[in-house]
């Protein structure tokens, strides 16, 4: 299967978007996606699973979930217990701040996230609580629509990033990720030699050799925990590369092409029109803030 490329109906003016203690079935979960927007979970009640990146990661109550955009990921709910969660999505214009002569920036968990690979926080009681209303204050203001309501919606946004940049100074690395029974040893580490190879030969037969397993073992594993077949998802990971290459000055398409795996540049060109919407040259002018 290949990513969705999750697309969001908004105001210029208010690149926001949420959805409230939502529950959801293996058979209503969204199927891999990624979109250029952060994206914030948080875990009301029920236990789950998350692929993010090249991660997975147990949920269960109190757990937030820090999205950077262009990130694949996906969630899977355990059916005897499914989760219960709030999402909320956001471009960085939304939460832009001007600086006061402090370091500390609304962005800061999804960077901070980002750069430890860590994406799950546990959000201890004295947060919690805190963490929960503000939840319920943004959905009583989009309810309700008074004047001033958006405002009103983004500072509570900004007041939860700040709690959760707060909480993460003081407990990022010590948390671990749950262990999750089922997982086979070598997945995560076949995910992260995809992520620093992306240039060179990522068939099925090369990884499953990588991963020292059959190939039809590795193509039904792989599968069956990431929700996508090898070709799709290195695909995706290229294209997601392309990306945050293309930000740069420096390099050329061509240079870009070859640095993301992509044998020519019609190749390039088609897979990254078919995950974006768009041309590299197009991705390349867009304001991508929004």
């Known amino acids: 299967m290949n990513p969705y490329r999750k697309t969001f109906t908004f105001d210029a003016n208010f690149p926001f978007e949420y959805v409230y203690h939502d529950v959801r079935s293996a058979q209503t979960e969204l199927p891999n996606h990624v979109h ?3 994206e914030l979970v948080y875990i009301h009640k029920g236990r789950g699973t998350f692929f993010i990146d090249h991660s997975f990661y147990a949920a269960e109550a109190g757990d937030i979930f820090l999205i950077p955009g262009n990130t694949i990921h996906r969630s899977f709910p355990l059916e ?4 219960r969660s709030s999402a909320f999505y956001f471009s960085a214009a939304f939460v832009h701040d001007t600086a006061i002569g402090d370091a500390f920036h609304y962005l800061q968990p999804f960077e901070t996230a980002k750069q430890k690979q ?4 546990h959000v201890p009681d004295q947060y919690r609580v805190q963490i929960t209303d503000l939840i319920e204050q943004v959905h009583q203001e989009f309810t309700e629509a008074k004047l001033g309501y958006r405002q009103a919606v983004r500072l509570h946004i900004q007041h939860m990033l700040l709690l959760l940049s707060r909480h993460a100074v003081e407990t990022w690395g010590t948390q ?3 262990a999750i029974p089922t997982m086979p040893h070598w997945i995560e580490h076949v995910l992260l030699h995809i992520d620093s190879h992306l240039e060179e030969e990522l068939g099925l037969s090369t990884l499953a050799r990588h991963a020292a397993v059959t190939p039809a073992h590795f193509s039904r594993i792989f599968k069956r925990l990431t929700g996508m077949n090898v070709t799709d998802y290195v695909t995706a990971k290229r294209v997601m590369r392309a990306k945050e290459l293309l ?3 420096d390099l050329s398409m061509l240079e870009i092409a070859e640095g993301c795996g992509f044998g020519s540049m019609t190749h390039f060109h088609r897979k990254f029109k078919a995950l974006t919407g768009m041309t590299p040259a197009q991705y390349k002018r867009n304001d991508r803030s929004y």
């Open 36 to 38: 250029d927007w952060y």
């Open 80 to 83: 005897e217990d499914p989760k």
């Open 176 to 178: 671990q990720r749950h």
């Open 247 to 249: 930000q740069r000055a």
């Open 118 to 121: 860590a994406f799950r926080l």
